[in-house]
């Protein structure tokens, strides 16, 4: 019993702490530049700055502490305006598509009414519009107008 208890201790525990330091600061510690970004640097700026700022060896202007702030700030700002150019590219495609829809409708309108149009027979310019004379009221005495034909006699 003792012996297996050593051996935990001596050989299998420390065995296991160096394959996690081996797997954290050699394999991972390889993989991070596959995986770094832009936001991830801009990220790590402030830390360097604090890290500075606490030396006490450099002195720092308390400007520089706000740069991490300042960089914050811009990450919101640029997801707010994100947001606002999708919401305009929203309303511009609404916009366009309402715009196709009454071009098309006036192109059927515009076709519907060429076809209606007969070229052949042209009604006069003013057909519709032309105002007619007013018809006198038929009384009881106006009965239907009387032709006389006169023979002529030669």
Known sequence: MWK??????TIDKPAALGDW???VFVVQLAALPDRL???KVIALIPIVILILAYDHKI???PTLMLVGDL???IDIFSMLFLLGVLSRIETISFMIKQATARAARLASGLLEGVQRLDFRHR???GARNRR???RRARTDEDGPPVVIHC????
């Open 132 to 134: 007619r004379l007013p």
């Open 21 to 23: 330091l081996w797997d």
């Open 37 to 39: 970004t832009w936001r």
């Open 123 to 125: 009604r006069e310019g």
């Open 59 to 61: 002195p720092i202007p």
């Open 151 to 154: 023979a002529a006699v030669a």
């Open 4 to 9: 297996a208890l050593w051996r935990k201790w």
């Open 71 to 73: 960089l914050a700030y």
